[in-house]
């Protein structure tokens, strides 16, 4: 199942192809395609260039660190995510180590190293899926995150899969057409909410 973005421009392919499905089939990500992805998210830019971003992976290969990732997750989350043959969770380092300050931007700088990861997985027919709905604490106590690091997201990864093996709700969600707020509505010049005569 493919759904490329509706764009009014066209874009690099594999930003028009990438989407988050919620299904995928039983089939594990080779290890060399993990380390390109790994690859791929070490490249992000990033403010001082501190590299905030750190990830924990596990793969039903190693069925008792899946299931303990899983337990990271809420419960709405797990009922689709077990699907996926690998699950992550990214961390945020909150200080700078140049001088040990905090960083307002290391949230953001993980974002990027994320988006490095998920067009690269794109590039090799992969699909991946952020979450917001994780357990911080749990997280944190299950893999001893120490102070001074924050969880951020949760990312399931693998190849896509059939919708009809999702709950009827999922499913629908899944098929229901992609949607973008309008240039207008978010690139603005000279106050707030004035859209751009460049993208007018």
């Known amino acids: 199942?493919?759904?490329?973005?509706?764009?009014?421009y066209s874009l690099h392919d594999p930003i028009q192809r990438r989407w988050s499905p919620r299904s995928f089939i039983?089939?594990?990500?080779?290890?060399?395609?993990?380390?390109?992805l790994f690859e791929a998210a070490r490249w992000a830019s990033s403010c001082f260039n501190e590299q905030p971003w750190y990830f924990i992976v596990a793969t039903k290969d190693t069925p008792q660190e899946y299931q303990r990732m899983l337990s990271c997750l809420v419960?709405?989350?797990?009922?689709?995510?077990?699907?996926a043959p690998v699950l992550m969770l990214t961390v945020?380092?909150?200080?700078?180590?140049?001088?040990?300050?905090?960083?307002?931007?290391?949230?953001h700088d993980v974002g990027l190293a994320?988006?490095?990861?998920?067009?690269?997985?794109?590039?090799?027919?992969?699909?991946?899926?952020?979450?917001a709905g994780i357990l911080?604490?749990?997280?944190?106590?299950?893999?001893?995150?120490?102070?001074?690091?924050?969880?951020?997201?949760?990312?399931?990864?693998?190849?896509?899969?059939?919708?009809?093996?999702?709950?009827e709700e999922l499913a629908e969600r899944e098929r229901a057409p992609r949607t973008r707020k309008p240039l207008e509505g978010f690139v603005f010049t000279g106050k707030?909410?004035?859209?751009s005569s460049i993208v007018k």
């Not at 039983?26 to 390109?36: Q, S």
């Not at 419960?75 to 699907?83: F, P, R, S």
């Not at 945020?92 to 949230?107: L, Q």
């Open 26 to 36: 039983d089939r594990p990500v080779e290890k060399d395609d993990l380390y390109r």
């Open 114 to 131: 994320v988006g490095n990861l998920v067009i690269q997985a794109t590039v090799l027919g992969l699909s991946l899926h952020q979450m």
């Open 92 to 107: 945020a380092k909150s200080t700078f180590d140049h001088n040990g300050k905090g960083n307002p931007h290391a949230w």
């Open 136 to 167: 911080p604490d749990r997280i944190r106590e299950v893999y001893g995150v120490p102070q001074g690091f924050d969880p951020v997201t949760g990312l399931a990864l693998g190849y896509m899969g059939d919708p009809n093996l999702l709950s």
């Open 192 to 195: 707030w909410g004035n859209a």
């Open 1 to 8: 199942m493919e759904k490329p973005a509706d764009t009014n």
């Open 75 to 83: 419960d709405g989350n797990q009922e689709w995510a077990k699907l």
